[in-house]
């Protein structure tokens, strides 16, 4: 593994915390019990918690040379990650026949970027480099609906403020990514691909919200 990412799977461990935040008003305070939550909702939680820790695994199966297990659970990625998409139909469903439409807009563009950045990263799984950002790519989408929920729900933001708090940040981390990649002479390729997909999302968001 590359050195500047040697601790990748340790930085990945906040998305724990930050998804803990993020739902803990809407769906970790009904623990143990979840009788307000309808099961497409728990089982789209379910599905999306085994991805992250997923996510989180598979760096440090490299970082500790268990290549062999990296394997596996990259195998295992092909049944779990259909099933993480197929879990959002549901809510899409909900949200398009309610009195907020265009909250559709979350699910989906979550749900375009996802099956972007992974087929990338399925491609290019030979490729160790491109391989290991697009990946990174996607742990990065999972920023907006958590980040997203907890300015709302923890400081009172507004949706549409939280949300451009979210660009902030993907922004932030994608160039952050990029300027390191460049002075360790890697190639930042995929990160720069990533930077046009996120800024079309949020004109998009704009277009849509305000």
């Known amino acids: 593994m590359e050195k500047a990412y040697r601790n990748l799977g340790y930085f990945l461990l906040l ?17 143990p019990t979840f009788s307000e939550t309808a099961f497409f909702v728990q089982l789209h939680a379910g599905i999306a ?3 992250i820790l997923m996510l989180i695994i598979q760096p440090l199966m490299i970082r500790n040379r268990r290549v062999d297990l990296h394997r596996k659970i990259g195998k295992a990625s092909y ?19 309610s009195d907020r439409p265009k909250n559709l807009f979350f699910p989906l563009s979550d749900s375009i970027l996802l099956i972007s950045f992974y087929t990338l990263g399925i491609y290019y799984r030979s490729k160790a ?3 290991m950002r697009y990946m990174i790519g ?11 929920r ?4 923890w400081f009172d933001f507004s949706d549409v403020l939280a949300q451009f708090v979210v660009y902030s940040i993907l922004f932030l981390l994608l160039i952050s990514l990029i300027l390191m ?8 390729e995929p990160y720069l691909l990533m ?7 949020m004109i998009v968001f704009s277009i849509v919200f305000l």
């Open 129 to 131: 480099a491109l391989h």
């Open 181 to 188: 990649d460049k002075k360790n002479g890697r190639n930042p």
């Open 195 to 201: 930077l046009p997909f996120w800024i079309l999302h």
């Open 15 to 31: 998305l724990i915390p930050l998804t803990f935040f993020g739902f803990y008003k809407t769906y970790f305070n009904q623990f």
């Open 49 to 51: 918690m085994i991805w």
């Open 79 to 97: 049944v779990i990650f259909p099933l993480l998409i197929l879990s959002f139909i549901p809510q899409m469903i909900s949200l398009a026949g």
């Open 138 to 148: 996607t742990a990065l989408i999972f920023i907006s609906p958590t980040v997203g």
């Open 150 to 153: 907890i300015f709302p729900f």
